[in-house]
């Protein structure tokens, strides 16, 4: 059923993910703070606003797709002291349990039912509509937010309550992370042992050291063709990315008060890599930073 939706943050993600919106068939207004990215959404077919609040007016549903926890609690703030009750509420941001949890409770004074809705699949993802997006909420604001959502992504799971897609999307980041590192370190050490990159791989990714970050995104040129190791690191995701996603899991764990030191060892090796300068560049390309050079 075609929906009237506005769009707040209409950046990487966003702007494409406005347009599928539009190309679902939706009437969608969109507000961004910088004027590209609104001459963008406009070529895509979103109707443009002034504001936050113009863009939510008369919507169904408004989306934000927002940097960090503040902004999505600034805006919902604004958002919560203006829309009627019964409007649905999504934030696809990357944000702090925390955060998500204010965002929820902003909207549960108002009477708007909400949803965590955090992604994974990257720009690729957001222009493809093949996100995947991993939902917090009530079951009756999640069946109202899934056919929304699968205009924009491949698949859609209901976490749990209010702040679980959130959790959902640090813990895997947090896996990711890890995995990585421990992949490139195989690699530096197998280089070291006189092993061949090809002769590690066929092994490892039939074996138990097999996980997406050799199979898929095998760190090193050669042996996944399409990995970003063959097109010198460009992303991807970029490393100053997953160094927000590993910080935000640190903060969840310090929270929740479990314990993460292989997560706070990634969180510390990314921060160094970004603080070296390679913050843009895809996080595979630790891998240099690890094994102490810049050979390829
Ligand atoms: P981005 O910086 O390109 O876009 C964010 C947009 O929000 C910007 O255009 C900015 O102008 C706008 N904005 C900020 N404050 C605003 C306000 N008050 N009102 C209106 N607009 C405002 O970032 P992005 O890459 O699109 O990422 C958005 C979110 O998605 C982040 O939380 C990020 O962690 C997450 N994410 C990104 C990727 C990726 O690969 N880029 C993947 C998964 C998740």
Redo the contacts with the bound molecule.
Sequence with gaps: MAQTIGF???????GPMAANLVGAGHAVRG????PA?LDAARAAGVAVAGS?LEAAEGADIVVT????GQ?VV??WTQLTGAVPAGTLLIDS???DVESARRAHALAEARGCPSIDA???G??GGAKAATLTFMAGGSAEAFARAEPVLKAMGRSVFHCGAAGAGQAAKICNNMILGISMIGVCEAFALGEKLGLSRQALFDVASVSSGQCWSLTTYCPVPGPVPTSPANTDYRPG?AAG?ML?DLRLAQAAAASAGAATPLGAEAAQLYALFNALGHGAEDFSGIIRMLRGSEAG
Excluded: C, Q, R, Y
């Design positions: 707040i943050g209409l950046g990487n993600m966003g507000f961004d703070l910088v990215s936050a797709m927002l940097p960090a902004h600034e805006v941001s990357t944000v955090p992604v994974s990257g720009t995701f990315l927000k």
